[in-house]
Structure formats: structure tokens, C-alpha cells
């Protein structure tokens, strides 16, 4: 999945009083939807995510800020129903492709 943008940069509040999707979200979110697993199956009941980044580059960066895109859009696709459903996530930096992001789900005990 590609790096995802950090949730500080998702959302724009607008005169009514709402939010829509910043012009990043968007992009991110076509350039994910590209690379969308085949086969994908829904997943029922409660799940645990593990959720691996690669650093694209050396600033601090806060990895709590990359989940939100990444829920959603398993949501979006269909592999989980809502997000409500992941009851145990785990978040870090870790040994994948610098700039993308390693999604691991499967079923809580």
C-alpha cells in the first residue's frame, strides 16, 4: 500500500460547517485503489492490525498520524464492514519499501 498521508493532512473544514477531502487524500486514495489487492474477502468479527511504514525519508514523523487513511480505506474496499471492527492495532516503523506501508489483518482470539 503506498505511504499513506498523515491525518493531520486528510480533512478540510469548510464554511458549512463540514469536511471534505483534501486534494492529497484524494490522490492517495487513487493511487491505493491502483494497487488494491485481488480476491479481496470481507472479514467478519473482531481483528487485530499490524500496520509496518517505511520511512520515506529522515524527518520525525509521528506513525499514531498514518492509520486513519489506511482504516478507511480497508473500509472503503470492503474488507472490513467499518473499522470499529479492529480491536487491537499495532503501529510501526519497520523493514519494508521506503515510502509504502505493509497491512497485516486476521481474526481476534
Do not use: H
Request: glycine share 8%; charged share 30%; net charge positive.
Amino acid at each position: 500500500m503506498p505511504f499513506p498521508p498523515s491525518v493531520n493532512n486528510l480533512f478540510l473544514n469548510v464554511s458549512r460547517g463540514g469536511r471534505v477531502k483534501t486534494a492529497k487524500y484524494r490522490a492517495w486514495e487513487k493511487d491505493a485503489d491502483v494497487k488494491k489487492p485481488a480476491g479481496i474477502v470481507q472479514l467478519k468479527g473482531d481483528v487485530v492490525a499490524i500496520y509496518t511504514f517505511g520511512r520515506p525519508d529522515n524527518r520525525r514523523r509521528d506513525v499514531a498520524n498514518l492509520e486513519k487513511a489506511i482504516g478507511d480505506t480497508l473500509t472503503r474496499w470492503g474488507v472490513l464492514k467499518d473499522d470499529c471492527q479492529i480491536i487491537d492495532i499495532r503501529l510501526l516503523w519497520g523493514e519494508v519499501l521506503p515510502g509504502s506501508a505493509k497491512v497485516e489483518l486476521r481474526k481476534a482470539d
